[in-house]
């Protein structure tokens, strides 16, 4: 019986010796049939390269920017990307890592060969980051916060690496990343130091929905451009503007997600139910968008009660007017004078509006006077009031004649095509004309590329320095062109960085303090290609509210910022305050024992009294003989001011410091 148990055995085990190669030899053929394997080949090694990167866009195909472990987003090198990886037990083997995409790996060969570079080893944990001046911005010291699911936190503080290199930490999603960047000047404290440089910002300001650039002029002739990018979950725009002569970038959430370096732009209607520029009435604007979302823009006074922000619609979009009520401004209209008073309906010389001017005197009598062309249709009798009380009019040459008591605003019919190399066009392109109405508006001629003529541009391809030129004239979306010239009719070169676009600008704006700018006054001008030009001023709406006014690409915009001191005169007032002094005795206002309180006075007026408590030795030395850096330092009840430490938490700090961690001491420091 014992004999037959161990045959027994020993066949069960053979069966199951079978069983196994079996079943990796089915395993391994199936990989190899996958690709998942290759037979024949020992693992390549990857093999490293010169070539830096910011990303995988700056490698060949077969490679990845690899950065080290931890360093996300920072710099790297292009690397080969792995072709085997290595198999345990007939399947990847299992070290898990965490890659810079937030995904989960089995190993760093399995993420490197995704093009993947790792952020940490083990699985990936949920964590979010907090940047405490919101973006790179290398001439404000501040920090990034991590907060990781478990709890712990971890702090990164910009810092100068030598005397001109900043270390500049910032938030990419929700992982940590940092810049090493040679400030134009000096670096001290954390913050680039001024030195002479230009900025320029090619969407003029603040404008998520326009991919654009900014260049940076140093006084050396050095120049940087910073383009405008999405993040890597296309759900935000990293946006570039100037401050000044300074580069900023500040991360914004797109309502409709983020692509090709811009926020995608949902369609959207526009309707006044005031249907116009009418002052007199208290109205809104409703905007509807594709998506679902809307806003209403009401009619209001201005702070001081003067004027009236009107709002109305320019086709599907939504614009503001700011009028000046002759006798003040109740309940978002203009009030209704008394006396002899003029009122534009227009609201000043609007040539392509038809409109009218009243005048109101005090007996009540009133009289009209009506927008009207001239008798030869070429130009508009254009009314308007010259004062207060004075009525006016101007004989005004329309460009394209007078219809109805306004200019004309042509509505033109679909090109038509001409045969290749006729009216005046290159051999390669077709001749097309179109008519325009109303009467006075002329006909248009433009010349195309026509690949039924042959291609001018021959194998140069879409973006080419060469692809738009004199002889080979570039369509609207075309380019790289150099000049207005290398565009066809009706078109200009627009600059961006890198690739220059030929496009159709139907007005352009210009922005006088060159994007949001809420500490100075200024204004943004609109002109038309007719000539017509309006301008919007900064300026209070209430003591705290400034509307600044800016430049969404080729588009005016507002906003209503709240100014964290005063508003006047149009622009944020920046406070400026006294030395701290003493406010009173030891352990008094709030304060512990071992300390005083200090209090300083703001101005202008509207700027709040400051107060604070700071470690007085005539209190008593309540730290002893224990020298800074200690782990006892700071402590609950001898609390530390800024700059000193250690520290382990908040309550450690005297008030408003917080415990910054830092590797080794950590310090007492004021966040921004």
Known sequence: MLIKTREYNKLNKMIKDIFLVSSILIISILMISSGAIVLGEETKPVLQSTQQCRSNLGCLNTEFCKFEVGFCNAIGVCMRKPEVCPFCNGVYCWDPVCGCNEITYSNECIANSQGVSIKYKGACIQQTCKDYDNGLNFYVKASVLIKSADGSQHWYNDQCLDGTKLRENYCNG????????????????????????????????????????VLITESSGAQHWYNDACTGDGKSVYENYCDGNNWKMET?????????????????????????????????????????????????????????????????????????????????????????????????KNYNTKSSVLIKKSD?????????????????????????????????????????????TCSCTSWTNGACGTGGCASNQKPQTRTCTPSGCSAQLQCVDDLSCGNCHDTIPPGDANYCNINCKCN????????????????????????????????????????????????????????TQHWYNDQCIDGTKLRENYCNGYNWAYEDYSCPSVCSNGQCIICSCTAWVDSGACGTGGCDANQKPQTRTCTPSGCQTESQCIT?????NCHGTTPPGADNYCNINCKCNEGEGD????????????????????????VT
């Open 364 to 408: 009540g009598s009133e009289k009209w006077y009506n927008d009207a062309c001239t008798g030869d249709g070429k130009s508009v009798y254009e009314n308007y009031c010259k004062d207060a009380s004075t009525w006016a009019m101007e004989t005004y040459t329309c460009p394209n004649g007078c219809s109805n008591g306004q200019c004309n």
């Open 616 to 620: 007085d030795s005539s209190c008593g």
């Open 476 to 531: 609207e979306g075309e380019g790289d062109c150099d000049s207005n010239s290398e565009c066809n009719t009706g078109l200009i070169c627009v600059a961006y960085s890198g690739t220059d676009y030929c496009e159709r600008i139907t007005q352009t704006c210009y922005d006088y303090d060159n994007g949001k700018n809420y500490n100075t006054k200024s204004s943004v001008l609109i002109t038309e290609t007719s000539g």
């Open 174 to 213: 929700n992982n940590w990343a940092y810049e090493d960047y040679s400030c134009p000047g000096s670096c001290s404290n954390g913050v680039c130091i001024g030195a002479a440089q230009t900025c320029k910002d090619y969407d003029n300001g603040l404008n998520f929905y326009v991919k654009a650039s």
């Open 252 to 348: 914004y959430p797109c309502p409709n997600g983020c692509s090709n370096g811009a926020c995608i732009t949902a369609t959207q209607t526009c309707k006044d139910y005031d249907d116009g520029l009418n002052f007199y009435v208290k109205s809104s604007v409703l905007i509807k968008r594709s998506d679902g979302s809307q806003n209403w823009y009401n009619d209001a006074c201005t702070g001081d009660g003067k004027s009236v922000y009107e709002n109305y619609c320019s086709g599907n979009v939504w614009k503001m007017s700011t009028y000046a009520c002759p006798v003040g401004c109740s309940d978002g209209k203009c009030i209704v004078p008394s006396g002899t008073t003029c009122i534009d309906y227009d609201n000043g």
């Open 647 to 670: 520290c382990d938490s908040n309550s450690e700090c005297n008030t408003g410091l917080t415990c910054v961690s830092s590797s080794g001491t950590d310090y007492c420091e004021l």
